[in-house]
């Protein structure tokens, strides 16, 4: 039987469907990169600077905003020197080390998400022992878990595309190494690959979903049983509900994408898995700033304190 060669090198072809104005997309996603860096550089530097921060929840939130710094680090340089110069080779290797480090960073979108909803849990529902259950030591038990399950089956889903072969086409239609992107052009049956990735959907940011709106609705009852206004209560979670919304309907949307392949476009799924990890990290660092009041008044603290600074600075 003569031996078929396989591909160790790719074309990243997404939104090839749009020609000559594909480079136009460059400003959108610029824009987009640049609010994320510093919106969320900005965010980290309040918490980590002001020692009132230091806090279980504020941890957290930092925690978020590294996140969501580091995210869009590892695929929207390549997406936008490929818009303005039509830079789109990757490597095999290169593009599955792209895809492990997307696809592992981005499960802490919901994972973060869990810890915030215990750290509230924690807060409401049993406040005299909210140090105790916070304390490291303790809270560790919740964390090297998850992150323990989300590298396992990050892994797995990597290498199992690792071990496909690429005999037809080394066309990727997409702008970065997303998992089913890369696995579509494979030679022969990539079902085992599908069925891991659906699997990992299931048990990472699905079940994370589900853990913290059980642990809301916990939070809500609780509230409501003690007789409580509940009116801080309310504030403190409503600013994790609608970043745990928004993350809901952009994983369905970019879920859905790749499963109704007859009723969008190419370029439409591509924008959606992407707006999917990208737009979080834009929104995110924005909708904690405005409504968590402590981090708020330090960000109009360090804003103020620099413009002063310029001001009063010898030309």
Excluded at 71 to 93: A, E, H, K, Q, Y
Excluded at 259 to 268: A, C, G, H, P, Q
Aim: proline share 4%.
């Amino acid at each position: 039987m003569e031996n078929v060669s396989s591909h160790k090198h790719f074309i990243l072809d997404g939104f090839n469907e749009l020609g000559a104005l594909r480079p136009f997309l460059f400003i959108p996603f610029f824009s987009m990169f640049v609010l994320s860096l510093s919106a969320n550089s900005l965010l980290l530097y309040v918490v980590i600077s002001e020692r009132s921060l230091h806090s279980s929840m504020y941890i957290l939130i930092a925690g978020m905003a590294f996140v969501d710094l580091s995210l869009p680090l590892f695929f929207v340089p390549n997406m936008l020197l490929s818009f303005l110069f039509d830079w789109r080779g990757i490597s095999l290797t290169g593009c599955l080390v792209q895809m492990h480090f997307i696809h592992f960073f981005g499960t802490f979108q919901s994972t973060l998400l869990v810890w915030m909803a215990l750290d509230r849990y924690f807060a409401i529902c049993t406040p005299l022992y909210y140090h105790e259950h916070m304390s490291l030591p303790r809270f560790l038990k919740f964390i090297i878990p998850l992150v323990v399950r989300n590298f396992l089956m990050i892994t797995l889903i990597v290498s199992l595309a690792g071990k496909l072969s690429f005999c037809a086409s080394n066309v990727i239609n997409h702008c970065f190494c997303e998992h089913m992107a890369l696995v579509e052009p494979a030679c022969g049956s990539y079902s085992i690959n599908s069925l891991v990735g659906l699997l990992t959907v299931f048990l990472i940011p699905v079940a994370d979903d589900l853990f913290t709106a059980v642990s809301y609705v916990l939070i809500f009852s609780s509230v409501l049983r003690s007789g409580r206004s509940g009116i801080k209560a309310l504030h403190t979670c409503m600013t994790h509900i609608v970043v745990i919304f928004v993350s809901l309907i952009l994983a369905l949307i970019a879920f859905l994408s790749y499963r109704i392949k007859n009723e969008l476009t190419v370029s439409s799924r591509i924008f959606f898995s992407t707006m999917y990890l990208l737009f979080p990290s834009c929104f995110n660092p924005i909708i904690y700033g405005i409504r968590t009041t402590e981090i708020r008044q330090q960000i109009l603290k360090t804003l103020t304190g620099c413009c002063i600074v310029k001001t009063v600075s010898p030309s």
